[in-house]
């Protein structure tokens, strides 16, 4: 799996339904060289955001009728990723929970007709896992961001649900997780795009 490009991603949403809600903040920064692009996105049905959700995001309903249009966001994103003159199948997308925020960005890119560039998914959280179970916790209690960063001994930036600063702290995880030595490829999980979906019985 030689050449891969490796993408750290993180989204804030207004609910945990992909099908229902919506993305409204998006970071990605392109490991190579960590440059990074944040963006804070209109949803088109802000009527639908979760209470829980606001309060844990920190936002209030007129905070969401802010942010760039879906398809600006797309089409910079887009811009940014082919940067790297590579490919869909040669990007390998990190998140902590990934399969989140892909049915999340499949649903972003399906809703302006676009597929997401990039085939491959690396979760973190399951690869922290597989680390601290090779360092001798055979049953890691806290795998939350924060919690994975502190048992496998990553300093955190401070914040949280904050998409710039979560991406920032899941490229500290994932870096940490790389220098273990442990066979990382067996984490990563092709999930090409389609625009047709079906982001309500999507299961992992």
């Keep these: 799996m030689a ?20 993305i409204i903040e998006i970071s990605i920064i392109r490991a190579e ?50 940067e790297d003159s590579s490919s869909s199948e040669h990007r390998v997308f990190v998140a902590h929970n990934a399969p989140f925020d892909r049915r999340f ?29 090779k360092q001798g916790n055979s049953k890691p209690k806290d795998l939350t961001l924060k919690g994975a960063m502190e048992q496998i001994g990553a300093k955190a930036y401070e914040g949280a649900h904050n998409a710039l600063i979560d991406s920032r702290n899941c490229y500290l995880l994932w870096k940490k997780a790389m220098d273990s030595n442990i066979n990382y490829l067996t984490h990563i999980k092709r999930s090409p795009h389609s625009v047709d979906n079906n982001y309500g019985n999507d299961e992992d």
């Design 33 to 82: 060289d960590k440059h990074q692009i944040t963006k804070f996105i209109k949803p088109d049905f802000p009527q639908r955001a979760s209470p829980e959700a606001l309060k844990i995001t920190n936002k209030s309903f007129k905070d969401l009728l802010k942010g760039e249009g879906k398809e600006a966001v797309v089409e910079s994103i887009n811009k940014f990723l082919a």
């Design 105 to 133: 960005c499949h649903a972003l890119w399906s809703s302006v007709n676009k597929i997401f560039p990039a085939n491959s998914w690396l979760d973190t959280k399951s690869l922290a896992k597989s680390v601290l179970i």
């Design 3 to 22: 050449g891969l490009k490796y993408y750290i991603i993180d989204t804030e949403t207004t609910g945990l339904s992909a099908d229902y809600h919506e």
